[in-house]
């Protein structure tokens, strides 16, 4: 299967384009630092060079390579996750995350690509009895800061699942 993985030099990327090519997978790796792009072909993805903030470099990525399935991992976050780094990060983090959302759904269709897989988050499950699955929303009433990160991943999966013609799944991971 060839996958697009955007946002592939992050910590989770890595993992993906590791465990995508010891299965067999063609990976292409979305990026737009030339000096993840060598971190990226090292571990056996191919490197693609667009801003994923660029509708048109997203276009023509996603246009050339086709992909059957396209993963979303894309972030912002700081090195190192101290109160201050995170704060200076998090509006950069957020539109990353939105507008990289947007640029990657807005294309699919017209790719041929039918699978997407979106980075989410099991952090902001409403709070209740036992352990909590899909079937729990993400809360929606909590302190602004709760309520700002929940907003966002409740944007970027609406917006995902309201795309007409792919198959969607939200990675909660937590």
């Known amino acids: 299967m060839r996958i697009l993985i955007a946002g592939a030099s992050g910590a989770i990327g890595q993992a993906l384009v590791r465990r995508l090519r010891a299965n067999q997978h063609e990976v292409f ?10 971190v990226l072909k090292e571990i056996g993805a191919e490197p693609v060079i667009a801003d994923a903030l660029d509708a048109a470099a997203v276009k023509a990525a996603v246009g050339q390579i086709r992909p059957d399935a396209v993963i979303n991992e894309l972030t912002s976050l700081p090195r190192h996750y101290t109160p201050a780094e995170m ?9 990353v995350r939105v507008e990289g959302n947007i640029n990657l759904l807005a294309v699919l269709r017209d790719a041929g690509v ?4 979106l980075q989410s988050s099991g952090f902001w499950y409403a709070p209740g009895p036992g352990l909590a699955d899909e079937s729990v929303p993400l809360i929606s ?9 929940t907003r966002t991943y409740r944007e970027l999966e609406a917006r995902a699942s309201a795309t007409s013609g792919i198959e969607f799944v939200a990675l909660r991971c937590g």
């Open 29 to 38: 790796a979305l990026t737009q630092s030339r000096d993840s792009a060598a």
């Open 87 to 95: 704060k200076a990060a998090a509006e950069r983090d957020r539109k």
């Open 114 to 117: 039918r699978r997407y897989l």
């Open 141 to 149: 009433s909590a302190s602004s800061g709760v309520e700002a990160g």
